[in-house]
């Protein structure tokens, strides 16, 4: 049988069958990059709310990139990006790594509703042709704002659990001549787990790349991210960095600081710990500014930019930012009395700041209720891998630990550690994430460490 005819298969849903139209899968139009070449795309209605099918519908786009010609077909991998903001395309500069690590397999990645291509929660100003694209532009937050609260009906549909049922129906019918596999990376964790509590995916194997925390952790939920980045940042470096680093941030108004992108530096070197290469230079560039030297800081700030623009963190392709504030609001945040005053002072001494628990303050946006699968964890689950770095500063060590503990109550599960590692090991680690989903699909053993080689 033909790919486009496995595909179109893929996408026919049976429960939905009165209220769906089946898509025609077609080559993709942005297929000009060499990752992405003969990749094919489609759309599918969905239920906006799943419990009424005959209510509104909203749209999910995926793309499937088939497995290379010259490798026998050993069947599919459906990969969730993180976020929750973010959409299918984040991934799409991983593509290489993802082949590597799953030879033979079909790569599908779908956009969750609320990102990408799929439905926004505020379709005017998250238009491709508004000001700013599907960003945000400064006037346009009021209005977008706005229409969340004026029509809450639709705003709390896009939640965890709808989305996760969204999977459900794009999964099943997914190509059973072959294995079926499910990668998550972040958020497309916390999501991947949600979908296998709400559906019967039938997966063979799960594959969990920086583990969130438990859903009810009082410890590492988002209003405390800054504490999180602290430490990580602060176990990255030695103590005499660290001491020399104290001294700097006590000098006032250094000419230095404009080059900082946000003026705050503690930000910016938060914002270098997701990038294992460019953290590793904090040292130095303290070194070099308690020196009155800024050239490594320029060149650093430079870099930085040019590794967001790889990554598509630009175009059409930002963070869906009012999903993002939905959910943590509502799912991740355990403190939702929280106040700008407590953000202050629990970012007064820390020497590594994260913008995330300011922007939980003052519920600027509505919350939707917890239902009753927040907190809990599928009842059996299948072989699964999780990949943890060390240092990482988006889900914590210890939280991914804490949480694998619990999910082997419900099935094999085997923790593999990157040393020194930070967030999405696929793209910084990827050495040690294909060893690793190689070894995991071969049914061999996996190393219980690994450290990825220093950049030269």
């Known amino acids: 049988m033909c790919r486009s005819m496995l595909w179109a298969m893929l996408l026919v849903v049976a429960p939905l069958a009165a209220t769906a139209a089946v898509p025609e899968a077609h080559a993709c139009e942005d297929d000009a ?7 094919q795309c489609a759309s599918m209605d969905v239920p906006l709310r799943h419990a009424d099918p005959s209510g509104e519908h909203i749209s999910l786009f995926l793309r499937r990139i088939p497995a290379s010609a010259d490798t026998t077909r050993r069947g599919e991998v459906w990969l969730l990006s993180g976020g929750p903001g973010e959409s299918g395309a984040s991934l799409y500069p991983l593509i290489q790594t993802y ?69 459900g129906i794009l999964m099943s ?50 209003s405390r991210r800054t504490a999180l980045v602290d430490q990580v940042g602060r176990d990255s470096m030695d103590e005499r960095s660290l001491e020399r680093y104290r001294t700097l941030l006590a000098v006032k108004d250094a000419g230095w600081q404009k080059e900082v992108p946000g003026g705050d530096v503690r930000r910016f070197f938060a914002a270098l710990l997701s990038f294992p290469a460019l953290r590793d230079r904090i040292p130095r560039i303290v070194q070099d500014l308690s ?25 059409n392709n930002q963070p869906a930012l009012p999903l993002v504030m939905l959910i943590a609001a509502s799912e991740n945040n355990a403190r939702p009395e929280l106040g700008m005053a407590t953000v202050n002072e629990e970012a007064k001494d820390a020497l590594f700041v994260s913008p995330i628990p300011g922007l939980l303050v003052n519920g600027s946006v509505p919350r939707y209720p917890r239902d009753a699968w927040f907190g809990t964890s599928p009842r059996t689950l299948p072989r699964t891998l999780v990949i943890q770095g060390t240092l990482d500063p988006n889900t914590a060590y210890a939280g991914a630990k804490e949480h694998a503990a619990t999910l082997g109550r419900s099935g094999p599960v085997t923790f593999h550690t990157v040393d020194r590692g930070a967030h999405l090991l696929a793209l910084v680690a990827p050495r040690c994430f294909v060893a690793a989903v190689d070894s995991f699909i071969e049914g061999a053993v996996i190393s219980e460490r690994c450290a990825e080689p220093a950049p030269e």
């Open 291 to 315: 020196a009155g030297d800024d050239r490594s800081l320029v060149a650093t700030v430079k870099d930085w930019n040019v590794a967001l623009a790889q990554l598509g963190q630009g175009g």
């Open 173 to 222: 019918d997914a190509d059973r001549s072959g294995r079926v596999l499910l990668y998550g990376v972040s958020y497309g964790t916390q999501l991947a787990l949600r979908a296998l509590q709400v559906n019967d995916l039938r997966v063979d194997g799960l594959i969990l790349d920086g583990l969130v925390p438990p859903e009810t952790t009082e410890t590492f939920d988002l």
């Open 33 to 39: 990059s060499p990752a992405l070449r003969g990749s």
């Open 99 to 167: 082949q590597r690590a799953f030879p033979g397999f079909d790569l599908v990645i779908p956009d969750h509703r609320g990102t990408g291509r799929s439905s926004r929660i505020c379709p005017v100003q998250e238009s491709p042709e508004s000001p700013e694209g599907t960003g945000l532009a400064g006037t346009e937050w009021g209005p977008c704002i706005g229409a969340m609260y004026a029509n809450l009906q639709r705003t709390s549909a896009f939640s965890i659990t709808e989305a996760a049922q969204d999977l």
